[in-house]
Nanobody, 123 residues
Framework: QVQLVESGGGLVQAGDSLRLSCTAS????????MAWFRQAPGKEREFVTR????????YSADSVKGRFTMTRDNAKNTVYLQMNSLKPEDTAVYSC????????????????WGQGTQVTVSS
């Protein structure tokens, strides 16, 4: 079992940057695929970005490409989401997720989830 806790959310203005963190406990994440998803009010959960266990193979949704970057620090059992040039449409609860095997962009691929952190971008 792995427990995931996100942090770093908040209220920012359009164009600002924010860095989210997701720290795991219970086991190492070094062999896990990790991802970020988000869910805006009244909308379905949406894939944001994913990173392979070795730190490579990042893949991001078109809506965030060039603005969001996911990294990981296996020594700290933590993954990060650097969000730049934030837009009001990025407003959502951001959750990190972990998978024990190769995982893609579907939420069903991920067995472990954090509670999420709210990101609000004002115009």
């Amino acid at each position: 079992q792995v427990q995931l806790v996100e942090s770093g959310g908040g209220l920012v203005q359009a164009g600002d940057s924010l860095r989210l963190s997701c720290t795991a406990s219970g086991r190492t994440i070094s062999d896990l695929y990790m991802a970020w998803f988000r869910q805006a009010p009244g909308k379905e959960r949406e894939f944001v970005t994913r990173i392979r266990s070795d730190g490579g193979g990042t893949y991001s949704a078109d809506s965030v490409k060039g603005r969001f970057t996911m990294t990981r620090d296996n020594a700290k059992n933590t993954v990060y989401l650097q969000m730049n040039s934030l837009k009001p449409e990025d407003t959502a609860v951001y959750s990190c997720a972990a998978a024990q095997s190769r995982a893609g962009i579907t939420a069903a691929s991920y067995a472990y989830w954090g509670q999420g952190t709210q990101v609000t971008v004002s115009s």
